[in-house]
């Protein structure tokens, strides 16, 4: 069978069986990069009637704002700087760097996950789970996601990014260490 890519058509290889002359589809690593590069993209939207003034803790000064789509939306692991995304883990560590050293600016925005707001489905409370669910698949998202956008150099960029990989280190090894004792817990 060959193995055809299915954004770009292109011929990716063989599997077997090999006598076989069907085709089956696959991505491939062109195609998976521009995707990764299109959901990389991320642009801090300045809407002043939509964003708040905001000084955090440690004196910086910034703005609040309500994401509007799904390429605003930022996890609590990303930032987004200079329109590109970024998942604040060691794998990306290098990625990152580079990418902040491209950046001419002295300064440069820096947007990252502040908060959320959601409205609280009383159907919730009712005993039939299965069909509050239904209607939930239905309804649309009632939750309002913010992010906060400050002015950095740098070396604060970067201390962030690592601060934030330190805290993504840290939630896997507790899950790690939870999964543990659920089976040394089993195994007893």
């Known amino acids: ?109 820096i947007s990252f996950f502040h908060s959320i707001t959601a409205t609280i489905n009383s159907e919730l409370r009712k005993r039939n789970i299965k069909e509050v669910h239904l209607k939930a698949k239905n309804k649309k998202d009632d939750a309002v996601y913010y992010n906060c956008t400050v002015k950095v150099n740098k070396r604060l960029a970067q201390s962030i990014y690592d601060w934030m990989a330190d805290r993504f280190n840290k939630f896997i090894k507790i899950l790690s260490e939870s999964e543990e004792k659920k089976i040394q817990n089993i195994q007893k």
């Open 1 to 109: 069978m060959k193995i055809i890519c299915s954004s770009c058509k292109k011929t990716i290889g063989e599997i077997a069986p090999f006598k076989d002359s069907s085709e089956t589809q696959a991505k491939c690593n062109d195609c998976i990069a521009k995707e990764r590069e299109a959901l990389s993209r991320f642009k801090a939207v300045s809407n002043p009637k939509d964003e708040e003034e905001v000084v955090l803790k440690n004196g910086l000064k910034g703005r609040v704002w309500a994401a509007k789509n799904k390429k605003e939306f930022l996890s609590a692991w990303e930032l987004g700087i200079s329109g590109k995304k970024f998942f604040c883990s060691d794998q990306y560590r290098e990625e990152f760097q580079k990418h902040i050293e491209s950046i001419k600016d002295e300064q440069f925005d």
